[in-house]
């Protein structure tokens, strides 16, 4: 398309042209003469679109990641038993459950996380998306990296039994079958379809998921969801960034599910949906989804106002869905797509080196149960104190 029309004058809108002539005129110290607008000025002048996304590459790369994806899990289940007799030193050991093993500790980052990543890319283009930050991470991304690798390494786990003193070895499914046992209650839900099982316990998981989150922006527990609250850049990553003392995630979410019927099949893919929308929700997508964002489903842009750093107003938007907000507070018609600061007003080393950290927030919730623990402003501000 030509800068120019037939007539000499600049080829854009109205308005467009008005301010042309206006940055013509200050530069210039004298109005142009009519229909000529010096080049240099018009060539900035003129709006330029951003650069198209091709999304199909990348949506065929992902199909063909995918697909050698769904091969590999198809040889192995066929070369590999799910059930493996092992004899060492003489004594034989039994392992069962070999697939949903591997695919409980596969998954995330054999398949959530990489097309997390290439689907946010297809979204947002390269210049914004997670992946091409994390080639250039900032310290709060390398926090972010470090825990996921340490998480996925199972250090972890092993840091939280101990920080929660042992509390983390309680199982939802002894309990559930010690109530069997003396009483008789028992809830089975085996025979309903696997697609039905994952349906129904996956908002049963976000009932208890939106109170444990409600209960960790209490001022007794915030100092351990802080440090989730900590990263000050939005990235895939982020969603992993969890303190390993998870008391209240022990006691609301993971002893309840069994004792509700959830099979352990069940809760696998259960894990997997919750681990892929966490994943969704801190991605760098700016969109509040529309109705799906209001009724359906939280929204990348609304999870990054639960994260926002100005506290002069309560945070909101706990749950998964909405519809605990909804119900029993929390939501709001806010929605945009500015980028508002996230993270918190305690300060954080950030970086690879995590113990400092850990330690100090897991220090603060001890002090803070005896009541010694300082609250810093945004607490004494919004409901975090109340």
Known sequence: MSLWTSAGRLNCPKSERKRTLALARSVKGRPPEKGFVPMSIAMDAVPTAPRPITRFPIYAGLAFYLTLLAAGWWVLLVCLPDRLNIDLAGHDFIIQNVHDKILANAVLLLLILPSALWLEYAMVG?????????????????????????????????????????ASLISGVALRD???????????????????????????????????????HTRWFWP?????????????????????????????????????????????????????????????????????GRYLLQSPGHHRLHHKLDMSQPTGFFGMIPLWDRVFGGWSETATRAEVAIGVDTAYRHGVWLLPDLLRDYCDFWKGLVGLRALSPSERASHIAK
């Open 126 to 166: 390269w210049e914004e998306c997670s992946l091409r930050a994390l080639f250039s991470p900032t310290a709060s991304m390398k926090t972010d990296l470090a825990f996921l690798a340490l998480d996925q390494a199972h250090v972890m786990g092993l840091a939280g039994r101990v920080m929660m003193l042992g």
């Open 224 to 292: 351990l969801h802080r440090y989730h609250h900590a990263a000050e850049d939005f990235c895939v990553v982020n969603a992993a960034r969890i303190h390993p003392a998870g008391f209240v995630g022990i006691f609301l979410i993971n002893i309840p599910m069994p004792l509700l019927g959830a099979s352990q099949q069940a809760m696998i893919w259960v894990n997997v949906v919750t681990i892929a929308f966490g994943f969704a929700i801190h991605s760098r997508i700016q969109s509040n989804w529309g109705w799906v």
């Open 178 to 216: 010690w109530l069997r046992a003396r009483t008789g209650f028992w809830i089975d839900t085996s025979s309903l379809p696997l697609w039905l099982q994952i349906l129904v316990y996956f908002h049963v998981y976000s009932f208890f998921d939106y109170w444990a989150h409600r209960l960790g």
